[in-house]
Nanobody, 113 residues
Framework: QVQLVESGGGLVQPGGSLKLSCAASVSGNIFMGWYRQAPGNQRERVATISRDGNTRYVDSVKGRFGLSRDNVKNTVYLQMNSLKPEDTAVYYC?????????WGQGTQVTVSS
């Protein structure tokens, strides 16, 4: 069983930055990532990082978001820059370990002036 603890959401003005963190309760590299869900929309994948550190991003965040991991702390970080109102959503940490999928509780990101 993997537990994911998220932090770092909040309210930011357009063009601003936020950094989300997700700490996993297991050691060792596991596949992790971030999804988001805006009201009335389906949950979409934002960014993922594989066990060997390869990252992938949805087109709408490429060049603005950066995903990294600290293997000592079992934590992934999503640095979000140049935020836009359309980035407003609940962001969920996601992990896959041993063939099972795990989700964090979600953290709200609101981009508004």
């Amino acid at each position: 069983q993997v537990q994911l603890v998220e932090s770092g959401g909040g309210l930011v003005q357009p063009g601003g930055s936020l950094k989300l963190s997700c700490a996993a309760s297991v050691s060792g590299n596991i596949f992790m990532g971030w999804y988001r869900q805006a009201p009335g929309n389906q949950r979409e994948r934002v960014a993922t990082i594989s066990r060997d550190g390869n990252t992938r991003y949805v087109d709408s965040v490429k060049g603005r978001f950066g995903l990294s991991r600290d293997n000592v702390k079992n934590t992934v970080y999503l640095q979000m820059n140049s935020l836009k109102p359309e980035d407003t959503a609940v962001y969920y940490c996601h992990a896959i370990d041993g063939g099972r999928v795990y989700w964090g509780q979600g953290t709200q990101v609101t981009v508004s002036s």
